[in-house]
């Protein structure tokens, strides 16, 4: 059995555990012998041996006896994730060896995917952590290092390019890019997991929520960067069109999740913009809801006088568009938060009439 559910954390950073209570209570009703459980949620250290465990022995029988316990954190990205489903190599902890060996034969043969055994439960737990936590850390150095490059009017894509081409350990340094925020079920949650649970054993850990900081605040730092484009075009943000492109938390999903483009619109609708919205792959009813704007259904009815476009998720659908040929307004001024639009594309747009600005562009 493989048991994929929600696992949120609450305002206090603390671990809601209700789902994996529900649904251990529900198997211990249903477990025979022999059988093995596999959870994939990611959860705080020692959840499946010191939760999800007695939940599951209830039903009478023995964890490790009478059937198997197993910790392999999902790993797969949004938008990707068929595609991974049989390249990324499938974490194994085991409460013991026996059980970690059968839970990596289930991967390894059924699925054909390379498997990454550790000793413990505990180990695996962590590393499904270590590795959101690596990403929001690194994201947050790249959203600095963009606020750090715009001082010096330095693009921070050719930083990051030039920075990530010397050799570092077993590969590479690789500072992320930097962009609009940080959105999704994942990154936005995990890195507070890791300092609630270092917390309550009497570490401070530091890094999980800086990051967490400076992720959080990039959808206001994007706002900020409209209002200095209307500003440099001589325009109040009050009563200036803003067309927001791309509503998703990443590109080329619909998913809608955490995403930071809701802070960027309510920042520039409390300022008192028309703030138009378009977004060809998130569901409507569910931006209307969590917007609180109806989106509208093509590119050009969003735009049309647009004082500023800002495209904060550059789905397929907008790569091929001809933006000197959507009706803006004269001057428009097109904000880059997640398009990461080459120099040539950028220079074809300032001779187009755009003004162009990215984060630390």
């Not at 559910?5 to 211990?28: C, E, I, K, M, N």
């Not at 570490?203 to 209307?230: C, F, H, K, S």
């Not at 938390?249 to 920042?267: A, C, H, M, S």
């Amino acid at each position: 059995m493989l048991v994929a559910v929600g696992t949120p954390v609450r305002q206090d950073g603390s671990f809601d555990d209700r789902q994996l209570v529900a649904v251990g209570s529900a198997l211990s009703a249903h477990l025979r012998p022999g059988q093995l459980v596999v959870l994939k949620s990611t959860v705080p250290p020692g959840s499946t041996r010191g939760l999800l465990r007695p939940l599951l022995e209830r039903s009478g029988l023995v964890a490790g006896v009478d059937f198997g316990l197993a910790f392999c954190p999902e790993r797969l990205a949004e938008g990707t994730a068929m595609a991974e489903l049989r390249t990324l190599p499938i974490v194994v902890g085991g409460l013991d060896a026996e059980t970690a060996a059968v839970a990596a034969a289930f991967w390894s043969r059924g699925l054909g995917v390379e498997t990454v055994p550790m000793d413990t439960l505990e180990a695996a737990e962590i590393t499904k952590l270590a590795d959101n936590w690596w990403i929001d850390l690194n994201i947050a150095l790249g959203n600095e290092l963009a606020k750090f490059c715009d001082l010096f009017g330095v693009d921070v894509l050719d930083v990051i390019g030039a920075a990530n081409a010397i050799p570092k350990g077993a590969s590479t340094v690789n500072i992320l890019r930097p962009s609009v925020g940080v959105g999704g079920s994942c990154l936005t949650k995990d890195p507070w997991m890791v300092w609630r649970a270092a917390r309550e054993r009497g570490l401070d850990i530091r890094t999980a929520p800086t990051a967490r900081e400076v992720n959080a605040g990039m959808p206001a730092w994007t706002a900020r960067i409209v209002r200095e484009e209307l500003a440099a075009a001589g325009k109040d943000v009050a009563g200036a069109t803003v067309a927001v492109l791309g509503l998703a938390f990443k590109n080329d999903t619909g998913d809608l999740r955490e995403t930071p483009t809701v802070g960027v619109v309510e920042e520039l609708v409390a300022d008192g913009a028309d703030v138009r919205l378009h977004d060809p792959l998130a569901d409507k009813l569910a931006v209307k809801e969590l917007f609180g704007i109806k989106p509208l259904p093509s590119i050009e009815e969003a735009v049309r006088d647009a004082d500023v476009v800002a495209v904060l998720a550059l789905h397929r659908e907008f790569g091929d568009v001809d933006l000197a040929a959507l009706p803006v307004a004269r001057g428009c001024r097109l904000v880059d938060g997640r398009a990461y639009f080459d120099r040539e594309r950028i220079a074809t747009l300032r001779a187009q009439g755009f003004g162009y600005r990215g984060i630390g562009r």
